[in-house]
Protein backbone atom coordinates (compact mmCIF):
# COMPACT_ATOMS: atom_id res chain seq x y z
CA UNK A 1 0.00 0.00 0.00
CA UNK A 2 1.54 3.39 -1.13
CA UNK A 3 2.72 5.69 1.98
CA UNK A 4 3.52 8.91 2.52
CA UNK A 5 6.63 8.45 5.28
CA UNK A 6 8.24 11.71 6.18
CA UNK A 7 11.72 11.10 7.02
CA UNK A 8 13.88 14.01 9.44
CA UNK A 9 17.53 14.63 9.38
CA UNK A 10 17.51 12.80 6.03
CA UNK A 11 20.15 15.03 4.19
CA UNK A 12 22.16 14.04 7.11
CA UNK A 13 24.80 11.15 7.49
CA UNK A 14 22.47 8.29 8.15
CA UNK A 15 19.32 9.84 6.76
CA UNK A 16 20.77 10.13 3.16
CA UNK A 17 21.42 6.33 3.08
CA UNK A 18 17.94 5.56 4.74
CA UNK A 19 16.12 7.99 2.17
CA UNK A 20 18.54 6.63 -0.95
CA UNK A 21 17.16 3.24 0.18
CA UNK A 22 13.48 3.73 0.45
CA UNK A 23 13.42 6.45 -2.80
CA UNK A 24 14.95 3.29 -4.55
CA UNK A 25 13.02 0.20 -2.82
CA UNK A 26 9.52 1.45 -2.73
CA UNK A 27 8.38 3.88 -5.38
CA UNK A 28 4.99 3.37 -4.82
CA UNK A 29 6.44 5.22 -0.98
CA UNK A 30 6.47 8.90 -1.54
CA UNK A 31 9.52 10.20 0.87
CA UNK A 32 9.41 13.69 2.09
CA UNK A 33 12.87 14.62 3.81
CA UNK A 34 12.55 17.08 5.79
CA UNK A 35 15.89 19.04 6.65
CA UNK A 36 16.75 22.28 8.05
CA UNK A 37 20.41 21.53 6.67
CA UNK A 38 22.82 22.40 9.82
CA UNK A 39 26.14 22.06 8.72
CA UNK A 40 25.58 18.28 8.90
CA UNK A 41 22.88 18.36 6.39
CA UNK A 42 23.89 18.35 2.84
CA UNK A 43 21.46 17.80 0.09
CA UNK A 44 24.78 16.36 -2.39
CA UNK A 45 24.46 13.42 -0.23
CA UNK A 46 21.46 12.88 -2.38
CA UNK A 47 22.16 13.54 -5.85
CA UNK A 48 21.60 10.29 -6.78
CA UNK A 49 17.82 10.49 -6.34
CA UNK A 50 16.62 14.23 -5.93
CA UNK A 51 15.03 13.68 -9.51
CA UNK A 52 12.59 10.52 -8.59
CA UNK A 53 9.45 11.30 -8.93
CA UNK A 54 8.44 9.44 -5.52
CA UNK A 55 11.01 12.23 -3.47
CA UNK A 56 10.60 15.86 -1.95
CA UNK A 57 12.60 17.88 -0.29
CA UNK A 58 11.25 20.04 2.47
CA UNK A 59 13.71 22.48 4.28
CA UNK A 60 12.39 23.05 7.77
CA UNK A 61 13.45 23.28 11.12
CA UNK A 62 11.60 20.76 13.72
CA UNK A 63 11.50 23.49 15.86
CA UNK A 64 9.03 25.08 13.67
CA UNK A 65 5.77 23.64 14.95
CA UNK A 66 3.60 25.90 12.10
CA UNK A 67 6.06 24.20 9.46
CA UNK A 68 5.42 21.10 10.75
CA UNK A 69 1.64 21.41 10.72
CA UNK A 70 2.20 22.40 6.83
CA UNK A 71 4.05 19.81 5.43
CA UNK A 72 2.14 16.63 7.04
CA UNK A 73 -1.01 18.77 5.07
CA UNK A 74 0.56 19.27 2.17
CA UNK A 75 1.79 15.65 1.64
CA UNK A 76 -0.89 13.92 3.82
CA UNK A 77 1.70 11.99 6.06
CA UNK A 78 1.24 8.68 6.96
CA UNK A 79 4.21 7.63 8.67
CA UNK A 80 7.34 9.42 10.34
CA UNK A 81 10.96 8.44 10.90
CA UNK A 82 12.79 10.84 12.86
CA UNK A 83 16.69 11.26 12.40
CA UNK A 84 16.47 14.98 12.38
CA UNK A 85 19.03 15.50 15.53
CA UNK A 86 22.48 17.22 16.99
CA UNK A 87 24.41 14.34 16.73
CA UNK A 88 28.00 15.32 18.14
CA UNK A 89 29.24 14.68 21.33
CA UNK A 90 31.70 16.82 21.25
CA UNK A 91 28.91 19.69 20.70
CA UNK A 92 26.72 18.83 23.20
CA UNK A 93 29.83 19.42 25.59
CA UNK A 94 30.59 23.23 24.61
CA UNK A 95 26.80 23.70 23.77
CA UNK A 96 24.15 21.75 25.98
CA UNK A 97 21.17 23.88 24.82
CA UNK A 98 21.52 23.16 21.35
CA UNK A 99 20.90 19.51 21.93
CA UNK A 100 17.77 20.23 24.01
CA UNK A 101 16.45 22.32 21.14
CA UNK A 102 16.39 19.75 18.79
CA UNK A 103 16.84 16.42 20.10
CA UNK A 104 14.18 17.25 23.05
CA UNK A 105 11.76 19.80 21.67
CA UNK A 106 12.01 18.92 18.25
CA UNK A 107 10.70 15.18 18.74
CA UNK A 108 8.31 17.14 20.54
CA UNK A 109 6.85 19.33 18.51
CA UNK A 110 6.97 16.32 15.96
CA UNK A 111 5.06 13.82 18.48
CA UNK A 112 2.35 16.72 18.65
CA UNK A 113 2.20 17.23 14.98
CA UNK A 114 1.48 13.67 14.15
CA UNK A 115 -0.81 13.20 17.10
CA UNK A 116 -2.57 16.24 16.54
CA UNK A 117 -2.72 15.25 12.36
CA UNK A 118 -3.48 11.28 12.56
CA UNK A 119 -6.75 10.20 13.32
CA UNK A 120 -6.58 6.34 13.86
CA UNK A 121 -3.25 6.40 15.78
CA UNK A 122 -3.48 1.99 14.47
CA UNK A 123 -2.84 3.35 11.16
CA UNK A 124 0.42 5.38 11.43
CA UNK A 125 4.03 4.26 12.86
CA UNK A 126 6.32 6.75 14.76
CA UNK A 127 9.65 5.33 14.64
CA UNK A 128 12.22 7.10 16.11
CA UNK A 129 15.92 6.54 15.49
CA UNK A 130 18.31 6.64 18.67
CA UNK A 131 21.63 5.88 20.08
CA UNK A 132 23.05 3.27 22.34
CA UNK A 133 24.61 5.68 23.87
CA UNK A 134 22.00 6.03 26.21
CA UNK A 135 22.53 3.50 27.93
CA UNK A 136 25.78 4.58 29.86
CA UNK A 137 29.14 3.15 29.61
CA UNK A 138 30.09 -0.55 29.96
CA UNK A 139 32.97 0.08 32.32
CA UNK A 140 32.94 -3.57 33.83
CA UNK A 141 32.17 -5.93 30.76
CA UNK A 142 28.42 -6.74 29.37
CA UNK A 143 26.10 -5.64 26.30
CA UNK A 144 23.57 -3.31 26.03
CA UNK A 145 20.39 -5.34 26.15
CA UNK A 146 17.00 -3.37 24.95
CA UNK A 147 15.91 -3.83 28.64
CA UNK A 148 19.11 -2.39 30.26
CA UNK A 149 18.63 0.53 32.23
CA UNK A 150 19.44 4.27 31.15
CA UNK A 151 21.82 5.65 32.23
CA UNK A 152 23.24 8.78 29.77
CA UNK A 153 26.38 10.15 30.39
CA UNK A 154 26.83 13.41 27.86
CA UNK A 155 25.06 15.65 27.01
CA UNK A 156 24.00 14.47 23.30
CA UNK A 157 23.36 11.22 25.25
CA UNK A 158 21.03 12.95 27.92
CA UNK A 159 18.84 14.89 25.41
CA UNK A 160 18.28 11.58 22.89
CA UNK A 161 17.67 9.38 26.44
CA UNK A 162 14.69 12.41 27.15
CA UNK A 163 13.65 12.49 23.25
CA UNK A 164 12.95 8.45 23.92
CA UNK A 165 11.07 8.71 27.23
CA UNK A 166 8.82 11.32 25.17
CA UNK A 167 8.40 8.81 22.45
CA UNK A 168 7.48 5.82 25.05
CA UNK A 169 4.97 8.57 27.18
CA UNK A 170 3.36 9.57 23.73
CA UNK A 171 2.99 5.77 22.89
CA UNK A 172 1.48 4.95 26.88
CA UNK A 173 -0.77 8.00 27.20
CA UNK A 174 -2.05 8.94 23.95
CA UNK A 175 -1.67 5.47 22.44
CA UNK A 176 0.53 6.54 19.67
CA UNK A 177 1.88 3.43 17.40
CA UNK A 178 5.79 4.03 17.76
CA UNK A 179 8.92 2.07 17.44
CA UNK A 180 12.36 2.90 18.73
CA UNK A 181 15.96 1.40 17.58
CA UNK A 182 19.19 1.94 19.47
CA UNK A 183 22.22 1.68 17.26
CA UNK A 184 26.00 1.60 17.97
CA UNK A 185 28.09 3.63 15.87
CA UNK A 186 27.99 4.18 12.42
CA UNK A 187 30.79 4.53 9.81
CA UNK A 188 30.31 4.83 6.07
CA UNK A 189 30.11 7.29 3.23
CA UNK A 190 28.61 10.78 3.85
CA UNK A 191 29.48 11.00 7.43
CA UNK A 192 31.07 14.98 8.39
CA UNK A 193 34.50 14.55 9.26
CA UNK A 194 33.85 15.81 12.99
CA UNK A 195 33.55 11.76 13.65
CA UNK A 196 36.63 10.13 14.50
CA UNK A 197 36.65 8.20 11.45
CA UNK A 198 36.13 10.30 8.50
CA UNK A 199 38.26 13.16 10.28
CA UNK A 200 40.90 10.54 10.55
CA UNK A 201 41.20 9.48 7.01
CA UNK A 202 40.88 13.11 5.87
CA UNK A 203 43.82 14.71 7.84
CA UNK A 204 45.69 11.43 6.53
CA UNK A 205 44.85 12.53 3.22
CA UNK A 206 46.39 16.10 4.58
CA UNK A 207 49.54 14.43 6.22
CA UNK A 208 47.58 16.32 9.39
CA UNK A 209 47.58 15.19 13.63
CA UNK A 210 45.24 12.32 14.43
CA UNK A 211 44.33 12.87 17.83
CA UNK A 212 43.48 10.32 19.95
CA UNK A 213 42.00 11.20 22.91
CA UNK A 214 43.18 10.05 26.26
CA UNK A 215 45.16 6.84 25.47
CA UNK A 216 42.72 5.43 22.64
CA UNK A 217 41.58 2.92 25.00
CA UNK A 218 37.94 3.61 24.60
CA UNK A 219 35.97 1.27 22.71
CA UNK A 220 32.54 1.93 20.19
CA UNK A 221 31.20 -1.17 18.27
CA UNK A 222 30.77 -0.30 14.50
CA UNK A 223 28.23 -0.91 12.01
CA UNK A 224 28.39 0.08 8.26
CA UNK A 225 25.65 3.10 7.30
CA UNK A 226 24.30 0.80 5.09
CA UNK A 227 23.24 -1.57 7.30
CA UNK A 228 22.13 0.60 9.49
CA UNK A 229 19.32 1.88 7.03
CA UNK A 230 18.46 -2.03 5.72
CA UNK A 231 17.60 -2.52 10.17
CA UNK A 232 15.70 0.32 9.47
CA UNK A 233 13.60 -0.53 6.87
CA UNK A 234 12.86 -3.90 8.12
CA UNK A 235 12.07 -2.59 11.31
CA UNK A 236 10.01 -0.07 10.11
CA UNK A 237 8.06 -2.81 7.78
CA UNK A 238 7.89 -6.03 10.38
CA UNK A 239 8.72 -4.41 14.00
CA UNK A 240 6.39 -4.91 16.65
CA UNK A 241 4.51 -1.96 17.70
CA UNK A 242 5.63 -0.13 20.97
CA UNK A 243 9.21 -2.01 21.13
CA UNK A 244 12.53 -1.29 21.13
CA UNK A 245 14.97 -3.11 19.07
CA UNK A 246 19.09 -2.54 19.41
CA UNK A 247 21.19 -2.64 16.25
CA UNK A 248 24.97 -3.51 16.09
CA UNK A 249 27.74 -5.17 14.68
CA UNK A 250 29.29 -7.21 17.41
CA UNK A 251 32.35 -5.60 16.45
CA UNK A 252 34.24 -3.92 19.19
CA UNK A 253 37.09 -1.81 18.49
CA UNK A 254 39.56 0.18 20.04
CA UNK A 255 39.80 3.85 18.98
CA UNK A 256 44.01 3.67 18.87
CA UNK A 257 43.24 -0.02 16.58
CA UNK A 258 40.71 1.80 14.42
CA UNK A 259 43.27 4.69 13.97
CA UNK A 260 46.36 2.07 13.05
CA UNK A 261 43.85 0.04 10.61
CA UNK A 262 43.05 3.26 8.83
CA UNK A 263 46.41 4.30 8.75
CA UNK A 264 47.77 1.07 7.73
CA UNK A 265 45.34 1.09 4.67
CA UNK A 266 45.87 4.47 4.12
CA UNK A 267 49.79 4.13 3.53
CA UNK A 268 48.95 1.09 1.32
CA UNK A 269 46.26 3.09 -0.81
CA UNK A 270 48.20 6.50 -0.96
CA UNK A 271 51.30 4.65 -1.99
CA UNK A 272 53.56 5.50 1.18
CA UNK A 273 55.76 3.51 2.97
CA UNK A 274 54.60 1.44 6.07
CA UNK A 275 54.19 3.44 8.98
CA UNK A 276 54.26 6.79 7.21
CA UNK A 277 50.50 7.72 8.51
CA UNK A 278 50.73 6.40 11.79
CA UNK A 279 53.56 9.07 12.69
CA UNK A 280 50.61 11.55 12.63
CA UNK A 281 49.23 10.08 15.86
CA UNK A 282 48.82 12.29 18.33
CA UNK A 283 47.61 11.75 21.74
CA UNK A 284 45.17 14.96 22.64
CA UNK A 285 43.26 15.62 26.59
CA UNK A 286 41.03 13.05 26.63
CA UNK A 287 36.72 14.33 25.75
CA UNK A 288 35.20 15.26 29.03
CA UNK A 289 33.45 12.27 30.84
CA UNK A 290 34.14 10.05 27.95
CA UNK A 291 32.29 6.66 28.05
CA UNK A 292 34.70 3.69 27.83
CA UNK A 293 32.84 1.24 26.54
CA UNK A 294 29.57 1.03 24.50
CA UNK A 295 29.04 -3.03 22.91
CA UNK A 296 24.89 -3.65 21.50
CA UNK A 297 23.76 -7.08 22.05
CA UNK A 298 21.72 -6.80 18.38
CA UNK A 299 20.23 -10.65 19.37
CA UNK A 300 16.62 -9.17 19.47
CA UNK A 301 16.97 -7.79 15.80
CA UNK A 302 18.47 -10.53 14.67
CA UNK A 303 16.43 -13.38 15.76
CA UNK A 304 12.74 -11.92 15.76
CA UNK A 305 13.18 -9.91 12.36
CA UNK A 306 16.05 -11.38 10.54
CA UNK A 307 18.45 -8.72 10.18
CA UNK A 308 22.09 -9.30 10.35
CA UNK A 309 24.80 -7.00 9.28
CA UNK A 310 26.04 -7.52 5.65
CA UNK A 311 29.61 -6.40 5.52
CA UNK A 312 32.62 -7.48 7.35
CA UNK A 313 34.41 -4.27 9.12
CA UNK A 314 37.91 -4.32 7.03
CA UNK A 315 35.59 -4.76 3.81
CA UNK A 316 33.57 -1.41 5.07
CA UNK A 317 36.36 0.46 5.78
CA UNK A 318 37.81 -0.56 2.50
CA UNK A 319 34.34 1.07 0.98
CA UNK A 320 34.43 3.45 3.35
CA UNK A 321 38.42 4.93 2.32
CA UNK A 322 37.73 4.67 -1.34
CA UNK A 323 34.59 6.43 -1.22
CA UNK A 324 36.23 9.49 0.69
CA UNK A 325 39.51 9.47 -1.64
CA UNK A 326 37.66 9.15 -5.03
CA UNK A 327 34.52 12.39 -3.22
CA UNK A 328 37.88 14.64 -2.53
CA UNK A 329 35.33 17.40 -3.41
CA UNK A 330 32.89 16.64 -1.03
CA UNK A 331 35.06 16.54 1.70
CA UNK A 332 36.62 19.90 0.17
CA UNK A 333 33.00 21.35 0.47
CA UNK A 334 32.09 20.17 3.63
CA UNK A 335 35.47 21.26 5.35
CA UNK A 336 35.18 24.91 3.55
CA UNK A 337 31.76 25.74 4.65
CA UNK A 338 30.84 26.55 1.17
CA UNK A 339 28.13 24.54 0.34
CA UNK A 340 26.84 26.54 3.61
CA UNK A 341 27.03 29.39 1.50
CA UNK A 342 25.28 28.02 -1.26
CA UNK A 343 22.41 26.77 0.78
CA UNK A 344 21.87 30.39 2.09
CA UNK A 345 21.66 31.63 -1.62
CA UNK A 346 19.73 28.50 -3.05
CA UNK A 347 17.02 27.77 -0.17
P1 LIG B 1 24.08 13.99 11.31
O1 LIG B 1 24.54 15.02 12.28
O2 LIG B 1 24.98 13.53 10.23
O3 LIG B 1 22.75 14.51 10.59
C1 LIG B 1 21.70 15.14 11.30
C2 LIG B 1 20.75 15.74 10.28
O4 LIG B 1 19.69 16.37 11.00
C3 LIG B 1 21.40 16.83 9.41
O5 LIG B 1 21.02 16.67 8.08
C4 LIG B 1 20.86 18.12 9.99
O6 LIG B 1 20.75 19.16 9.03
C5 LIG B 1 19.47 17.68 10.48
N1 LIG B 1 18.98 18.54 11.57
C6 LIG B 1 19.65 18.91 12.70
N2 LIG B 1 18.90 19.74 13.43
C7 LIG B 1 17.70 19.89 12.77
C8 LIG B 1 16.51 20.60 13.03
N3 LIG B 1 16.39 21.37 14.12
N4 LIG B 1 15.51 20.51 12.14
C9 LIG B 1 15.62 19.76 11.02
N5 LIG B 1 16.73 19.07 10.70
C10 LIG B 1 17.75 19.12 11.57
O7 LIG B 1 23.56 12.77 12.22
P2 LIG B 1 23.63 11.21 11.94
O8 LIG B 1 24.93 10.71 12.41
O9 LIG B 1 23.17 10.94 10.56
O10 LIG B 1 22.52 10.71 12.98
C11 LIG B 1 21.15 10.63 12.61
C12 LIG B 1 20.35 10.09 13.78
O11 LIG B 1 20.84 8.81 14.15
C13 LIG B 1 20.45 10.96 15.03
O12 LIG B 1 19.19 10.97 15.65
C14 LIG B 1 21.48 10.23 15.90
O13 LIG B 1 21.24 10.48 17.26
C15 LIG B 1 21.21 8.80 15.52
N6 LIG B 1 22.36 7.87 15.65
C16 LIG B 1 23.56 8.18 15.08
C17 LIG B 1 24.61 7.25 15.15
C18 LIG B 1 25.96 7.53 14.52
O14 LIG B 1 26.90 6.75 14.74
N7 LIG B 1 26.12 8.57 13.73
C19 LIG B 1 24.43 6.06 15.82
C20 LIG B 1 23.18 5.79 16.41
C21 LIG B 1 22.14 6.70 16.30
O1 LIG C 1 27.29 5.10 19.75
C1 LIG C 1 26.52 5.84 18.84
C2 LIG C 1 27.04 7.25 18.75
O2 LIG C 1 28.27 7.19 18.05
C3 LIG C 1 26.07 8.19 18.06
O3 LIG C 1 24.89 8.28 18.81
C4 LIG C 1 26.69 9.57 17.88
O4 LIG C 1 25.82 10.41 17.16
C5 LIG C 1 27.99 9.42 17.12
O5 LIG C 1 28.62 10.67 16.99
C6 LIG C 1 28.91 8.42 17.81
O6 LIG C 1 29.41 8.97 19.05
P1 LIG C 1 30.94 8.81 19.50
O7 LIG C 1 31.26 9.88 20.45
O8 LIG C 1 31.23 7.41 19.91
O9 LIG C 1 31.66 9.05 18.05
P2 LIG C 1 32.96 9.88 17.65
O10 LIG C 1 33.28 9.54 16.23
O11 LIG C 1 32.85 11.32 18.02
O12 LIG C 1 34.08 9.24 18.58
C7 LIG C 1 34.39 7.84 18.51
C8 LIG C 1 35.44 7.56 19.56
O13 LIG C 1 36.68 8.18 19.14
C9 LIG C 1 35.14 8.15 20.92
O14 LIG C 1 35.62 7.26 21.93
C10 LIG C 1 35.92 9.45 20.97
C11 LIG C 1 37.12 9.15 20.11
N1 LIG C 1 37.67 10.29 19.34
C12 LIG C 1 36.81 11.03 18.60
C13 LIG C 1 37.27 12.10 17.85
C14 LIG C 1 36.31 12.95 17.05
C15 LIG C 1 39.03 10.55 19.36
O15 LIG C 1 39.82 9.84 20.02
N2 LIG C 1 39.49 11.60 18.61
C16 LIG C 1 38.67 12.40 17.87
O16 LIG C 1 39.15 13.37 17.24
Excluded at 19 to 40: E, G, H, M, R, S
Excluded at 162 to 167: L, N, R
Aim: with cysteine.
Amino acid sequence: MGKNILITGGAGFIGCHVVQLFVNKYPDYKIVNLDCLTYAGNLENLKSIEDCPNYVFEKVDILDEAELKRVFEAHAITDVIHLAAESHVDRSITDPLAFVKTNIIGTVNLLNTAKAYWKDYSEHLFYHVSTDEVYGSLDHGGFFLETTPYDPQSPYSASKASSDHFVRAYANTYKLKTVITNCSNNYGPNQFPEKLIPLCIHNIRNNKPLPVYGKGENIRDWLYVVDHARAIDVVFHQGKAGETYNIGGFNEWKNIDIVRLLCQKMDEKLGRAAGTSEQLITFVKDRAGHDLRYAIDASKIQSELGWEPSLQFEEGIEKTIDWYLSNESWLENVTSGNYQKYYEAHY
